[in-house]
């Protein structure tokens, strides 16, 4: 080859490469996610709801979800562990001035620092109230001096509560107020990142089943808890003779002093296990018998005569 006029060919002319994979563009994502609903990909308008994991949905959208969970067809992947409207926070966004012309506009600003909602800016929202600021107006707002007062500030991060004599406090808690409409809130729990990355958003959901779990810890226990002091109250009234039954009705110093004693017995219950608290069930009440253990009685006493005298003898003896 040569030396006609031609081009000599290497190697990158005759051996194809293998493509590289197209990648999405991140900053791309990120705007979208702050102008389009996460679940129905329609320009958001308000009423605009979050969730635990900070993502943004239209409110319509979410009841249509919960109304019928097949209404949209990747619905469960997106936003599948809300069960109510009580897993969303309506937002208390601030809009801009002048309204925008086309949907991919900033709608929403910050009203502590005026910066628009782009996407480029994190954004976050405070779950008592739902105002939404930038992350960086919030921090120099919460870092900002106090002016002084009679009343104890509130304690910063590393900083422990202080009591009225300046001595610290078993209560750790860092309560701030919102600068838009003075709610209190926990710096520690109460503020979410909207739209946030992917390793931020896998600490968001581990936070959101680990306050479920909390929760349904907390219905368990008050349940067990009523249950025992019904259960108390019933076999105090039963245990309580007719004439002293009458007084406590009339006396209310007898039936406050009766309930704060069936409260405590309940709750003292509550810690038993399932075995030692069987120790303590009404006699009279009915027992709950398996197969294994329903007649044993009966069925040992009956062995002996069977072997010996038949179903005659067993019959005479009982």
């Known amino acids: 080859m040569g030396n006609d006029g031609g081009s000599i060919p290497d190697r990158r002319d005759l051996v194809r490469s293998k493509p590289k994979a197209e990648q999405a563009d991140k900053a791309n994502q990120t ?17 605009i709801v979050s969730d635990p994991l900070g993502k943004l949905y239209n409110k319509d959208a979410v009841l249509e979800f919960l109304l019928d969970r097949g209404a949209y067809g990747d619905g469960e992947e997106i936003c599948g562990h809300l069960r109510s409207l009580k897993d969303v926070k309506t937002l208390r966004l601030t809009p801009v001035a002048r309204p925008p012309d086309a949907d991919d506009q900033p709608h929403f600003l910050c009203p502590l620092t005026q910066k628009a909602m782009t996407g480029l800016v994190p954004f976050v929202y405070l779950v008592p109230c739902g105002c939404v600021f930038s992350h960086a107006g919030l921090r120099a707002v919460a870092a900002s001096p106090s002016p002084p007062s ?4 509130p304690p910063r991060d ?8 300046g001595e610290p406090s078993s209560s750790s808690a860092a ?9 209190k809130y926990d710096r520690r729990t109460g503020v979410r990142t909207i739209n ?3 390793e931020e958003e896998e600490r968001m959901r581990e936070a959101m089943l680990v306050a479920r779990a909390a929760r349904k810890g907390k219905k ?6 009523a249950e025992g002091v019904a259960e108390n109250e019933r076999a105090a009234k039963r245990a309580t003779p007719p004439a002293a039954r009458a007084t406590q009705a009339t006396n209310p110093t007898a039936r406050a002093v009766q309930s704060a004693l069936a409260l405590e017995e309940a709750k003292r219950r509550a810690g038993m296990s399932e075995a030692v608290r069987s120790l303590y069930r009404d006699k009279n009440a009915q027992r709950k018998e398996t197969f294994m253990t329903m007649g044993t009685f009966t069925r040992v006493r009956l062995f002996p005569f069977l072997l010996d005298g038949g179903q005659e003898d067993a019959n005479a003896f009982f």
Do not use: I, N, Y
Request: proline share 13%.
């Open 175 to 183: 309560l701030d107020v919102c600068p838009q409409c003075a709610t």
């Open 158 to 165: 590393g900083e422990p509560a202080s009591t009225k004599d």
């Open 196 to 198: 946030p990355s992917v």
């Open 31 to 47: 705007r979208a996610r702050s102008f389009f609903c996460a679940l129905s990909k329609k320009p958001l308008a308000e009423p």
């Open 220 to 225: 368990r226990k008050a349940a067990a808890v």
């Open 150 to 153: 009679d009343t104890p500030s």
